[in-house]
């Protein structure tokens, strides 16, 4: 009974943030894209925080009455990460086969997806929106989970490290969803449909890969790390940080306003007179260097948890070097085709693609 309430456990809960992520209060914002055919930007309901405030809210009743254990998706993650896994498969199907092709090939439709902004419930769901904060949410659930099974098995040896790197989830889960509205100027939202990709990616990938570091270690014993590498890993982790979000908020700041400066610096662009290219800033220093700071954070998570020689950990940073570096080579394309001749120029006024002076 309680390995098949673990295998329907992720549905319940995606169903679950789906009926909040509709019915909660939400902020009403007009995103960057414009709807198909239209020059109508494309509008969406903004309400991740609350919604994972009432989720993490919601186990912590379900713990506290005992009708579940704390660790309880820890005792039982594979049956639960399986539930995600056939999840993600129906939803990948569901949303793509009953609409008209868009290649060629079928698997090239399944995986990248055919609709590019689908939304449900008349709009009061947007489809990529949702499958970021069902990820999300379910991420932090298990980053829960996982704590409590460390701190159970462990007493009061618990591993600091552990502990920070569950922080450092918990912090990267939040922040996401408090800037939930600078991720509708993201490469996803302009560039890619909702297929296999991102369908099984935030419903089954996202939540339970992104926490590989925890679930490795977890019931390991302290590894005793020294107290200057736990904070070498915290100025990692931090520096990262810095990288991603601060990129991503000038360029959010930037396309909302190109006139307006951003932490006190008035932007430095180059334009044909009609296309604007910001090259001030965090777009000056690398083209992408918000990647190098998502490959940063990941990394200082793995050091965090004090097994640098254990394979499993690192997992997650070499994911981000397998998917941004081919990505950027991918954007790249795309805003040499939006932006002609003037991405020539920047290329050249910031050759480096992602790491500074390196690459």
Not at 3 to 18: H, M, R, S, W
Not at 179 to 192: G, I, N, P, R, W
Not at 247 to 261: I, L, R, V
Request: proline share 5%; hydrophobic share 50%; charged share 15%.
């Amino acid at each position: 009974m309680e390995k098949t309430a673990a295998f329907f456990a992720p549905f319940i809960v995606y169903l679950y943030i789906f009926i909040l992520n509709a019915y909660l209060p939400a902020r009403n914002v007009s995103g960057y894209i414009t709807r198909s055919g239209s020059n109508e930007k494309m509008q969406y309901r903004l309400n991740g925080l609350p919604v994972l405030a009432v989720v993490v809210m919601t186990w912590l009743l379900l713990c506290l009455t005992g009708v579940l254990e704390w660790d309880w998706l820890w005792q039982y993650r594979l049956y639960s990460l399986a539930g995600a896994v056939v999840t993600g498969l129906v939803f990948s199907f569901a949303i793509v086969l009953p609409h008209a092709a868009v290649r060629k090939s079928f698997l090239a439709d399944f995986y990248l997806g055919r609709l590019k902004n689908p939304q449900f419930s008349d709009g009061r769901v947007d489809a990529k929106m949702w499958l970021y904060l069902a990820g999300a949410v379910m991420l932090e659930l298990n980053v829960l989970n996982f704590t409590a099974h460390h701190i159970i098995s462990h007493g009061e040896a618990v591993s600091p490290g552990f502990i920070m790197a569950a922080v450092f989830l918990s912090f990267f889960v939040t922040e996401y969803l408090f800037f939930e509205e600078v991720h509708l100027y993201t490469y996803d939202f302009l560039a890619e449909r909702v297929g296999f990709k991102l369908g099984w990616g935030d419903l089954a990938f996202y939540p339970f890969f992104y926490a590989v570091a925890l679930w490795s270690t977890a019931s390991l014993p302290a590894p005793r790390t020294p107290a200057w590498m736990l904070v070498v890993a915290g100025l990692i982790f931090l520096c990262g940080w810095t990288l991603a979000r601060g990129a991503n908020m000038q360029k959010y700041t930037f396309k909302k306003d190109p006139a307006k400066p951003f932490l006190g610096i008035k932007p430095e662009i180059i334009t044909d007179g009609n296309k604007k290219i910001l090259v001030s800033g965090f777009w000056g220093v690398s083209r992408h260097i918000n990647y190098l700071g998502e490959i940063l954070m990941a990394t200082g998570i793995v050091l965090s948890v004090g097994y640098p020689m254990l394979l499993w950990p690192w997992l997650y940073p070499l994911y981000y070097v397998a998917l941004l570096f081919p990505r950027q080579v991918a954007d790249d394309r795309l805003c040499k085709k939006k932006y002609g001749e003037l991405w020539d120029q920047y290329v050249k006024k910031v050759p480096y693609r992602i790491i500074p002076y390196i690459y």
